[in-house]
């Protein structure tokens, strides 16, 4: 018999698990749908189907995936939990059974189980396959309409070690380029970095040694080059074992960044080294002459983990910020400057993907106008201009609280930033969740349309669009 859920922050309100999979056609609108959509908007989060097992992080819930169905001005919404290894084993027993960041917790029925994951943090269309990603090992494969599980992709047997859950698709080539951390199995420095071309075949793999183990969620591409951020949110089996955190913040290790010719090799990888900050996501990165810009939501340590010795981070620095990191290649030092671009705390930015590794004017973000404040989200759907430094604001509204904002293109052809932004927002006086959907051009006039659910959409991670012309 289940039983209830602990009185655990990321258990709680916004945060808590949603039982049922269900489908709901027509929903009812507000506003009209622009009729240049046509696809399915789709999200990944965490979502427990048990309390859980030990400890609980929002990192370790079981993936369901939410999908926005749209065309000719009508949205649909289906949900699906990925039928993973240890959603099914679960699912057999009636109760939890894993816990995904301390195995020393799994149940004794499940010690030699290998698991595929839980495939809660991103959700990407390439290749004609839609993947549900998570950092800790290989893609896992569903079917676009139904998000019937399919199972594990690991590229006809070429993946070795895991996928991170942020991988960058070149526009032009249609290649995707990723990496992976703790590429060994366990927790340790080795990292590894690949080449997908755009029909689905692994056609680059590569290892490299960071400076130490750390959780390395994102990277950077640009044209030229590949940015490896490693920061000091470290990993120890070591520490876990005598009853430390598995993650903690060790700021006295610093930052270090790590430089690759894309079309190189790892043996050519060039160190940058900085204060401690950590980094989930970065807008997007670019080269200029000699240099190379970043574009990070920055944070000056890392939120939701403790130090080596347990303490709780401060939250007043977990907090992120728009930040500009610039890396001259041609001078004779291994440090790199930060620029303030932004003063609104910030996450989840994201770029019209067309210009991703590419010099770019435009870029999305949730904000929050009051952090003390929010219901556990963010209260903003902001776009920032590059070139003039305006900022265009959207308030999701009082007690609502806002999903990464997606970028949607007018049409294949569109001019940069021509186009529309999709979130998924939570109202907390419903206790429901709504699409909702913005001309990218004119974010502060309100949206152009919101489709209404009856329930709640769990907080999540990541989304992606799949046009209704994809294959």
């Not at 109760?95 to 499940?110: C, K, Q, T």
């Not at 290790?253 to 010719?261: F, Q, S």
């Not at 900085?274 to 944070?299: L, Q, R, T, W």
């Not at 620029?339 to 590794?357: A, H, I, K, N, S």
Request: hydrophobic share 40%.
């Amino acid at each position: 018999m289940a039983s209830l859920l602990p009185k655990h922050p990321q258990l709680q309100g916004g945060f808590a698990p949603l039982q049922m999979e269900c489908d709901a056609n027509d929903l009812r609108i507000e506003g009209e749908v622009p009729l240049a959509l046509r696809g399915a908007f789709y999200r990944n989060g965490p979502n427990p189907q048990f309390a859980p097992k030990g400890s609980y992080h929002w990192f370790g819930g079981d993936g369901m995936v939410h999908a926005f169905h749209i065309a000719e001005g009508r949205v649909s919404y289906r949900n699906r939990w990925v039928r993973t290894i240890k959603f099914n084993r679960e699912r057999e027993a009636a109760r939890p059974l894993f816990s995904p960041f301390n195995p020393m917790e799994n149940d004794p029925s499940v010690h030699n189980v290998q698991t595929d994951g839980v495939a809660n943090t991103n959700i990407i269309w390439h290749a004609g396959k839609l993947l549900a990603l998570e950092e800790a090992h290989a893609p896992f494969e569903l079917d676009p309409h139904s998000l019937a599980s399919i199972g594990v992709h690991d590229f006809d047997g070429k993946l070795r070690g895991p996928m991170t859950a942020h991988p960058k698709i070149d526009h032009e080539t249609g290649e995707m380029l990723f990496f992976g951390y703790n590429a060994e199995g366990g927790i340790s420095e080795a990292m590894t970095f690949n080449v997908v071309d755009g029909k689905g075949n692994l056609i680059r793999s590569e290892s490299f040694k960071a400076p130490y183990a750390a959780m390395v969620h994102d990277f950077m591409v640009t044209k030229e080059h590949i940015i490896f951020p490693i920061m000091p949110l470290t990993g120890s089996i070591e520490r876990a074992m005598t009853g430390g955190p598995v993650y903690a913040w060790e700021p006295e290790k610093g930052t270090h960044i790590g430089v690759m010719p894309r079309h190189g090799s790892v043996e050519q990888m060039r160190w940058f080294r900085g204060e401690a900050c950590y980094v989930f996501h970065p807008m997007n990165a670019h080269s200029d002459g000699n240099e190379i810009v970043c574009d990070v939501c920055e944070y000056p340590e890392a939120p939701l983990f403790p130090g080596v010795d347990g303490t709780p981070g401060d939250p007043k620095k977990a907090l992120a910020k728009l930040v500009r990191w610039t890396f001259d290649l041609d001078a004779e030092t291994d440090g790199f400057s930060r620029e303030p671009l932004q003063d609104m705390v910030c996450e989840f930015p994201r770029l019209d993907e067309r210009r991703t590794g590419l010099s770019y004017r435009y870029g999305y973000f949730a904000g929050n106008t009051r952090p003390e404040a929010k219901v556990g989200g963010f209260n903003m759907i902001g776009a920032v201009d590059h070139l003039t430094g305006a900022l265009d604001l959207y308030n999701v509204g009082e007690a609502c609280a806002t999903s990464e904002p997606v970028f949607v293109p007018a049409s294949e052809t569109a001019a940069e930033g021509e186009g529309f932004l999709l979130a998924y927002v939570y109202d907390a006086n419903r206790g429901a969740s709504h699409l909702v959907i913005l001309d990218a051009q004119n974010v502060a006039q309100g949206s152009l349309a919101k489709a209404f659910l009856d329930h709640r959409i769990p907080f999540g991670f990541h989304g992606n669009w799949r046009g209704a012309e994809a294959r």
